[in-house]
Each structure stands twice: as structure tokens, then as C-alpha cells.
């Protein structure tokens, strides 16, 4: 099987219009979402999500340090590469992007705390201890914060997973932040 990365010109009729929005969002169409057009339900549903998350109490970094968590951890390079071009354009410092790109507790303590939560959520599959829970709330996450997270978690599940089965090869966009599971020192 062999998935297709389409464009305005030859997604489905039902993808061209959110496929053009994406379009004039980031200049280009990034490859994943040239796959995902295929299906215009799964376009949809992962542009609806992402557009309510706008409105989200995570801010864009805490929003990053998610997806990055979660892609780090399900070995996505092209969501690694990605959503470290994003970080970097919402204001990430540096030395936090090279910590969660190298799997690394990170320096800033409730961004730190944040990656727990995200890692406990994950391999808990969501039945995240009760300590756990109470001591993300001492560090000011509320179950407001916990249901976002959740959101860009199944958000990310959909990329990462979409992109591992079809094989997305990555934007020259996003090139500079090329990462892999094999070597993730950068």
C-alpha cells in the first residue's frame, strides 16, 4: 500500500477547501496533511480538534512540549521534526526543544512537570495513579489542563500513527529540525 500526498489540485473534492486553509495558514501543504486528505473525515477531525486547542489553556509552548513528548516517545520523526519547527516559532527556548528531543527531564520545573504527565498518561494508558494526579495539580494543572492534554494526546496518536503507516517524508520546512529515534542527540 502505498498512501498519496495530495494537493489543493488533487485531494478529494470534500478536503479541498480545509486542505487550501492549511495552505494559506503555513505557506505550504506539509506532506502529512497531503495524506490525510485522502480521507476528508480524518482531515476534518484532526483540523477541528487542532482549531478548538487554539482556544486551550495549555499556552503554544505547554501545547509543544505535548505533542513533543508524545512524538518523541512514539518514535515519529516527522512529528519530531515538526512540531520542533513549531515550538521554536512559538517561543520554545532552545535548550528545552534539545531536552525533549533527547528525552531528557527538563530544566524548567513545570514544563518538567508537564512531560511527567504526559509520560504517565501514556503509559498508563490513561489510568494515571492517583499520586501522580494530586501531585500535577500541587504544581497548578487542573482537570481543565488534564482534559486538553488528553486532546493533544489523541491528536498527536493520529499523526504519529498516520505517518508511521504511510511513511510521510518530510517537508524541507522542516528539515532543519530532522530527528531520529536512532540517534535523538539533537
Not at 482549531?51 to 515519529?76: F, G, H, K, M, N
Not at 482537570?143 to 510521510?168: D, G, P, Q
Request: glycine share 4%.
Amino acid at each position: 500500500m502505498k498512501f498519496r500526498i495530495h494537493t489543493t489540485a488533487t485531494a478529494p473534492k470534500e478536503s479541498r477547501r480545509a486542505l487550501k486553509q492549511i495552505e494559506n495558514k503555513y505557506g505550504f501543504v506539509p506532506n502529512y496533511f497531503g495524506v490525510l486528505s485522502e480521507s476528508p473525515v480524518a482531515l476534518h477531525a484532526y483540523v477541528g480538534v487542532s482549531d478548538a486547542l487554539q482556544d486551550s489553556v495549555l499556552s503554544p509552548i505547554e501545547r509543544q512540549v505535548v505533542a513533543l513528548t508524545i512524538s518523541v516517545t512514539t518514535d515519529c520523526a516527522y512529528c519530531v521534526a515538526d512540531h520542533s519547527t513549531l515550538a521554536e516559532m512559538a517561543g520554545m527556548p532552545d535548550h528545552i526543544l534539545k531536552e525533549l528531543r533527547q528525552q531528557k527531564p527538563l530544566s524548567d520545573k513545570r514544563l518538567n512537570a508537564l512531560r511527567g504527565l504526559v509520560l504517565s498518561i501514556v503509559y498508563h494508558r490513561g489510568w494515571v495513579p492517583k499520586d501522580d494526579l494530586e501531585h500535577y495539580a500541587r504544581v497548578g494543572y487542573s482537570e481543565r489542563h488534564i482534559l486538553e492534554i488528553i486532546s493533544v494526546l489523541a491528536l498527536k496518536i493520529m499523526s504519529n500513527y498516520v505517518n508511521h503507516i504511510a511513511k510521510t517524508p518530510l517537508d524541507a520546512q522542516f528539515s532543519g529540525h530532522a530527528w531520529s529515534p536512532k540517534n535523538n542527540s539533537t
